[in-house]
Every structure is written in structure tokens, then in C-alpha cells.
């Protein structure tokens, strides 16, 4: 089972980028996702959650109205557009697939595989 997270970059703030999180070794179609950020020196914390079905979306308040998670379930891939981006955006950014319970947790402890991260940098 693989997570092969992508897309992260330099960008300077106000700017735009788009994550991608590509499943293989197993169909994650039936399963909950999501994406978390870390930051040099801080805990991992969550960022934005979706559903099996990608009719569900659950946001950190800090993304809200900023950030969009998507899925195409047909490429097993998971998304995460990120607009007006801030310089505190600044992390290392992981998918992950949770097998059991809803969206509406933050809790990393809940998900069960990891991407290996993508680094984000937003210059101010």
C-alpha cells in the first residue's frame, strides 16, 4: 500500500498550488481521506478531510474558504487546491487514507497509511 504525495513547490504568498496524492497496492475508493501539514518544530495538523464518495468535505478553519479537496476515485487519487496561499501555509503536507469512522475528526491517530509528504513553501 502506497501514497505517493506531489505537486508541493515554492510559491510566493497570494499564490496558487495543487497537491496530488496518488493510491496504489490497494483501491481506496470506499475509504475517507485526508491531508495534514507539518511544520518545522510543530505537530502534524489537520487540514482538510472528504469522504468515499467526495460529497462530504470537512476544512481547519485556517483553510477554510482557501483550500479545496477533491477526489477522482477512478484514478484513485486524492487532491488538495490551495488558493491565497500565506506564508503560515509553509509546511510539509501529507495524504492519508482512514478505513474506519467519519470525516469529522482531526485526529492523525485515525488514519491508517501515510504519503511520504510534499514540501510547501510560501515565501512573503
Known amino acids: 500500500v502506497q501514497l505517493q504525495a506531489s505537486g508541493g513547490g515554492l510559491v510566493q504568498a497570494g499564490g496558487s498550488l495543487g497537491l496530488s496524492c496518488a493510491a496504489s497496492?490497494?483501491?481506496?475508493?470506499?475509504?475517507?481521506m485526508g491531508w495534514f501539514r507539518q511544520a518545522p518544530g510543530k505537530e502534524r495538523k489537520f487540514v482538510a478531510s472528504?469522504?468515499?464518495?467526495?460529497?462530504?468535505?470537512y476544512y481547519s478553519d485556517s483553510v477554510q474558504g482557501r483550500f479545496a479537496i477533491s477526489r477522482d476515485n477512478t484514478k484513485n487519487t486524492l487532491y488538495l487546491q490551495m488558493d491565497s496561499l500565506k506564508p503560515e501555509d509553509t509546511a510539509v503536507y501529507y495524504c492519508?487514507?482512514?478505513?474506519?469512522?467519519?470525516?469529522?475528526?482531526?485526529?492523525?491517530?485515525?488514519?491508517?497509511?501515510w504519503g511520504q509528504g510534499t514540501q510547501v513553501t510560501v515565501s512573503s
Open positions: 472528504m469522504n468515499w464518495s467526495g460529497t462530504l468535505r
Open positions: 497496492g490497494r483501491t481506496f475508493t470506499n475509504y475517507n
Open positions: 492519508a487514507v482512514k478505513l474506519d469512522g467519519s470525516i469529522w475528526s482531526r485526529n492523525m491517530d485515525e488514519y491508517n497509511y
